[in-house]
């Protein structure tokens, strides 16, 4: 019988629309392409060649599901979409960002058999197509000016038509879904929305719990029976009574045995031997227990009758003719049964005693009835108890692993570690709904990532990723890393971008050797030593209620500098400065970093080392001699390399003349301080000349000149035009300031002959190590730990380049002798560990494994622990 919870069937399986969300966000986590997941693509780069010719990089949105209510073969989904758009030379404009949202219909599709490949498999699968008719695009589109000011288009709902053209192309074919195992029972479906709020919507299959094949219309059902569930399995009040009374019929038939005895005393006596049998049964589902009880109700009810095969009576009761036959009865018996679920499985009970009804209207009725109806409770209780356990079993079948593994089956096809398990039930008037929770793969946190653009004129985030969400906005900053003296390139500065994940500045050319000129609004990594950071927000779905919920990204930041090619053991180092840090008009030191050293992206460097007098006219000299030189494939990048100390106590003249070299040079000029003496040593370079003393390095690293003379300009271009090796232009690269966050801290930290410093420990949930050098950073990141109370348990080592002996036991005495320091004079612990800024602090979880960098100069950056 159709009711309005299964409609025509016995059972239905509902999934909400919040779980299908969660496995679509699983779908984009598992990242694409993938080679044994279906995946949804987060970063995209392809070509159109209708219309507009060019070149697009998207970033694409975890789609959110749409369920149509009443739909048996569609849905709906929206999903978020960022591009650029490069056109190809002499292309039809189309815009340079866009920014939006796509919505589109997909149709579940037959597969045609007789397809190649596809016999006897077709139905096993279900393939989605998009309806090409349904594509649209909502959003914003803009164009760059020449100083990559966005300007919006007029037109917007042309653009947007054209815009939707290009996506309903590459949806149908490029990004078209492929066929995906699904199993045949997932075939048949309805939707149901009843709000359009999360969890207001589902999907229903025809559920058979028997393992036949469903039968019925699909339009009949229309009860949306999720009540905040991640799935249910409905079961009509008719098939659950189907087993119970399937068990209850082998009582119809049973006979009890009774006599009743009235006793007048010397008045007479009446002893009738009586016979009571059950001819039906019947069942009822009554659905839900009163007052709120979580129980269903199902009523019992045995019918029969009752007969006298011996009569004798005797004095009183011996008046008037009776015979057995007028003393023939019926009754009814009704038993109600509790189903409870607890436990993962249900329970059947009888609900207090039978109630007895007898139909009696012949003589002796005070004795007939009364006795009856004791005797046939009697007979009737033990006989319905003894069939519970086997309906109990019936009904313990329905959440049987068989019975929910077809499900999780179906979901780990998705996400291999997606789970599904009954939790509760809850009883309605036309049948039980069995409560389920679904679990999937914790959701990744957000990854903030950004590189170089490749046109050299900002930075790149499509990188960038909310896996399982969308990206929203791009947060960034930057800031600037000098000499104690020299003024930064520009002021450091903030921008926060929804519409686009690029960060760029415009310029207007190129020195042959790579210096870029004419640039408006600098950044870091581009125009100078610095740093840039991002944080992106968004939304993701949570992996538990499969809510669209926002979510932020932890600051990520990258460390520019030059590359030069050096031994590793050399270096080299080079202190960095913040020009916001100023005190009497020298900036602070925040940190030294290690600049790359065995690199094949090195250009030629031209060094100068100066520990005395700045020499004017050959600096004069070398500018010029730079500025006439002929090659045109070799980048150079030129180094005042001061002696340690110099730039701090040099006066304003000297200063004066640095600064003017720096900005008339055609090539990159760095101006730093021979941190540890570490290049003088390379060099071959005396500290104690007050010449300065000049050194030509190839992109090898190859010492090809070192004049012990004075030169002119005329010379240098000579030595520049033969000696230059061919290499790449100089560039401001990525340094690294420490270890991957989630890698293992590989090195050994070991003291005296005792073991190494165990860094990871079931018993210490973090350990805490500090890489510092000799330099005024580290001395003050030093003094604010050692001011700090830390454990064992925490802080567990201290490890110093460049430090003597007797240095690292002045440390150590800072911390009161519980923190071992470990002196590094050569940096060798320091590179194992892959430090590349100090002072860092490396945090540790048990299992030795990253999960936080902290420096002074930035915030924490801390583990992807949702990964």
């Known amino acids: 019988m159709s009711n309005r919870l299964t409609g025509d069937f016995d059972a239905v399986l509902q999934v909400s629309d919040t779980t299908l969300d969660r496995l679509a966000a699983a779908m984009h986590q598992n990242g694409f392409p993938h080679e044994s997941l279906p995946s949804l693509p987060h970063v995209a780069h392809f070509r159109i060649e209708q219309g507009e010719h060019g070149s697009v990089a998207a970033q694409i949105g975890c789609p959110h599901v749409v369920l149509i209510d009443g739909s048996t073969d569609r849905f709906m989904v929206e999903i978020g979409f960022r591009a650029t758009f490069r056109a190809d030379p002499g292309s039809e404009p189309l815009a340079d960002i866009i920014n939006g949202t796509i919505h589109a219909t997909y149709r579940v599709h037959d597969i045609d058999p007789t397809c190649a490949g596809w016999h006897g498999i077709a139905d096993d699968y279900v393939w989605l197509r998009v309806i090409r008719s349904s594509i649209s695009f909502d959003g914003s589109a803009y164009n760059e000016s020449s100083r990559f000011v966005l300007s919006g288009v007029t037109d917007q709902a042309a653009l947007n038509a054209r815009i939707t053209k290009h996506l309903t192309s590459l949806l149908a074919d490029g990004f078209a879904p492929r066929p995906h195992p699904i199993g045949r029972r997932f075939r048949r479906f309805r939707s149901l929305v009843t709000d359009r709020r999360p969890g207001g919507s589902g999907v229903a299959f025809p559920f058979a719990l028997d393992d036949a094949q469903p039968t019925g219309g699909l339009a009949s059902i229309t009860d949306l029976a999720l009540d905040g569930s991640d799935f249910v399995v409905a079961v009509s009040g008719d098939f659950v009574l189907g087993h119970i009374t399937s068990e209850l019929s082998g009582i119809e038939g049973q006979q009890r045995d009774f006599h009743i005895h009235g006793d007048a005393g010397y008045g007479g006596g009446l002893e009738i031997d009586y016979h009571a049998r059950i001819d039906s049964t019947d069942a009822a589902w009554l659905g839900s227990a009163p007052f709120g009880m979580p129980m269903g109700i199902v009523r019992i009810t045995a019918n029969g009758r009752g007969w006298a095969s011996r009569l004798y009576r005797s004095g009183v009761f011996n008046i008037g003719s009776v015979s057995a036959k007028d003393i023939a009865l019926t009754f009814t018996v009704e038993q109600y049964l509790a189903v409870q679920f607890s436990g993962g499985q249900f329970s059947v009970t009888a609900a207090g005693g039978p109630n007895t009804n007898v139909n009696y209207g012949g003589p002796f009725a005070s004795y007939v009835k009364s006795t009856a109806r004791e005797r046939i409770s009697e007979h009737v209780q033990p006989l319905v108890k003894s069939r519970l356990a086997a309906a109990?079993?019936?009904?313990?079948?329905?959440?049987?692993?068989?019975?929910?593994?077809?499900?999780?089956?179906?979901?780990?096809?998705?996400?291999?570690?997606?789970?599904?398990?009954?939790?509760?039930?809850?009883?309605?008037?036309?049948?039980?709904?069995?409560?389920?929770?679904?679990?999937?793969?914790?959701?990744?946190?957000?990854?903030?990532?950004?590189?170089?653009?490749?046109?050299?004129?900002?930075?790149?985030?499509?990188?960038?990723?909310?896996?399982?969400g969308r990206v929203d906005r791009f947060d960034w900053s930057w800031r600037w890393y000098t000499n104690p003296v020299q003024a930064p390139p520009g002021p450091p500065g903030t921008a926060?971008?929804?519409?686009?994940?690029?960060?760029?500045?415009?310029?207007?050319?190129?020195?042959?050797?790579?210096?870029?000129?004419?640039?408006?609004?600098?950044?870091?990594?581009?125009?100078?030593?610095?740093?840039?950071?991002?944080?992106?927000?968004?939304?993701?779905?949570?992996?538990?209620?499969?809510?669209?919920?926002?979510?932020?990204?932890?600051?990520?930041?990258?460390?520019?500098?030059?590359?030069?090619?050096?031994?590793?053991?050399?270096?080299?180092?080079?202190?960095?400065?913040?020009?916001?840090?100023?005190?009497?008009?020298?900036?602070?030191?925040?940190?030294?970093?290690?600049l790359a050293a065995e690199t094949d992206r090195a250009p030629n460097a031209l060094i100068c080392y100066v520990s005395g007098d700045w020499d004017a006219r050959a600096a004069d000299a070398v500018a010029s001699g730079l500025a006439h030189c002929r090659r045109r494939d070799a980048g150079i990048v030129v180094l005042i390399l001061c002696k340690e100390g110099f730039l701090g106590s040099s006066d304003a003249q000297t200063i004066a003349g640095l600064e003017r070299f720096s900005d008339e040079a055609v090539a990159p000029v760095l101006i730093a301080e021979d941190t540890g003496g570490r290049w003088a040593a390379h060099l071959g370079v005396s500290a104690s000349t007050m010449t300065a003393q000049w050194r030509l390095l190839d992109a090898a690293g190859v010492l090809r000149w070192a004049p012990d003379r004075e030169f002119d300009a005329e010379r240098l271009t000579r030595i520049l035009d033969d000696k230059l090796v061919t290499s790449r232009a100089p560039e401001l690269v990525a340094v690294t300031s420490g270890p991957e966050v989630g890698s293992r801290l590989e090195v050994e930290l070991a003291v005296g002959r005792c073991p190494p410093i165990p860094l990871g420990s079931p018993n210490r949930r973090s350990a805490r190590v500090l890489f510092a050098d000799t330099g005024p950073a580290s001395a003050g990141i030093v003094d604010r730990l050692a001011s700090q109370t830390y454990s064992e348990k925490e802080l567990v080592a201290v490890v110093v380049r460049d430090a003597s002996t007797e240095q690292a036991d002045a440390i150590a005495a800072k911390f009161g002798g519980g923190v071992p320091v470990l002196p590094d004079p050569s940096g060798a612990i320091s590179r194992r560990a892959g430090i590349?800024?100090?002072?860092?602090?490396?945090?540790?979880?048990?299992?030795?494994?990253?999960?936080?960098?902290?420096?002074?100069?930035?915030?924490?950056?801390r583990a992807d622990t949702a990964r």
């Open 392 to 468: 109990e079993n019936a009904l313990r079948s329905y959440t049987g692993p068989d019975k929910s593994s077809a499900f999780a089956d179906a979901l780990k096809t998705v996400d291999p570690s997606a789970g599904a398990r009954f939790d509760r039930a809850s009883f309605r008037a036309d049948g039980l709904v069995i409560h389920g929770t679904v679990t999937v793969a914790h959701r990744w946190g957000p990854r903030a990532r950004f590189a170089k653009a490749e046109t050299g004129d900002g930075f790149d985030a499509i990188d960038s990723w909310i896996p399982g």
């Open 496 to 594: 926060t971008n929804e519409d686009t994940f690029r960060l760029r500045r415009p310029h207007s050319g190129r020195t042959p050797f790579g210096l870029m000129t004419g640039v408006d609004s600098p950044l870091p990594g581009l125009d100078g030593l610095g740093k840039v950071c991002l944080k992106i927000a968004g939304r993701h779905v949570d992996h538990v209620t499969g809510v669209w919920a926002p979510v932020e990204s932890t600051v990520e930041c990258a460390v520019f500098g030059y590359e030069f090619r050096m031994p590793v053991e050399v270096g080299p180092y080079l202190t960095v400065c913040d020009p916001l840090r100023r005190v009497e008009n020298r900036a602070r030191e925040v940190g030294v970093i290690r």
């Open 836 to 861: 590349g800024w100090t002072p860092t602090v490396v945090v540790v979880d048990g299992g030795g494994r990253v999960t936080e960098l902290i420096t002074d100069s930035e915030p924490a950056r």
